[in-house]
């Protein structure tokens, strides 16, 4: 293993849970220092405590509502230096109905928390790390990137647009030696479905059911590997599906 992700720093949102606290604990335990970005603070502190004990790295946190673009714009702003790496990680589905009965401020809430979220923290990114000559923006983005599904409309233009954004980032980029990635995952089992179907656990469960899907830690295992290559070695998406699934709407149940 590698020691090119020790003494780095790390900008990582969503945090609190599920991939981004996995992948933050990948990080920590290769010396990798942190930034950990999430609505829940008492979660965030719990994580870093936890981190900074059993890795003896850096861990901040900061309590921030993406949807609140002033308040990324001062984190960034107040930052005592420029990162290494930046994860948009954080994102959000919600709801799963037709075009015809969709609430439009469900759409609303996944354009700004996957898109406007994610392209602002990309660009304050982009403009120091152009400077420097160097940095990795990582975007999360879905395999509803890649296909899109019925019941999907609002997810899927937000991931499409999270693709596109990134595919766009990376070829302005090479000009200034920053590396721009994406990863796109299928069924990932954490807190994903209860969000989207507002806290209905019993209907968040129907999703998983019959099938072994990726865990949070396999997908951050993947991004670890994205994050450590040497500086001439740029990974552009890596789409990951559990065995059983092949798309959004390919899916056998045993």
């Given amino acids: 293993m590698s020691d090119r992700l020790a003494g780095r720093t790390a900008v990582i949102t ?21 930034h950990l970005l999430a609505r829940r603070a008492g979660r965030l502190e ?6 900074r004990t059993g890795h003896g790295v850096r861990a901040t946190t900061h309590g921030i509502d993406l949807l609140d673009l002033d308040a990324l714009r001062a984190f960034w702003r107040n930052l005592p230096a420029v990162p290494d790496i930046v994860v948009n990680n954080a994102g ?34 982009a403009v120091d790390f152009a400077a ?21 409309s609002g997810y899927n233009a937000s991931k499409f647009a999270v693709d596109g954004f990134t595919r766009a980032l990376k070829m302005e980029m090479i000009q ?13 089992e954490t807190e994903f479905s209860e969000v989207r179907f507002k806290g209905d656990r019993e209907r968040a469960a129907t999703v998983y059911k019959g099938i072994e899907a990726l865990t949070a830690e396999d997908v951050a295992e993947i991004m670890e590997f994205i ?22 709407y390919h899916v056998h149940r045993s």
Avoid: C, F, K
């Fill in 132 to 152: 420097r000559g160097g940095g990795h923006i990582l975007n999360v983005g879905s395999i509803a990137g890649h296909d899109p599904y019925p019941g999907g």
């Fill in 46 to 51: 719990a994580l870093a405590d936890e981190l």
């Fill in 227 to 248: 994050l450590d290559r040497p500086p001439h070695v740029d990974i552009l998406d890596v789409v990951v599906h559990p065995t059983q699934q092949a798309s959004p």
């Fill in 176 to 188: 200034h030696g920053v590396r721009v990635s994406l990863i796109s995952p299928g069924m990932v």
């Fill in 92 to 125: 959000m589905a919600a709801g799963a109905d037709p075009v015809v009965l969709a609430d439009p401020a469900d759409w609303d809430l996944m354009m700004r928390t996957n898109v406007a979220a994610l392209m602002e923290l990309s660009r304050l990114a």
């Fill in 14 to 34: 969503g945090a609190s849970a599920g991939i981004g606290a996995a992948l933050a604990r990948r990080l920590a335990a290769r010396g990798t220092h942190l």
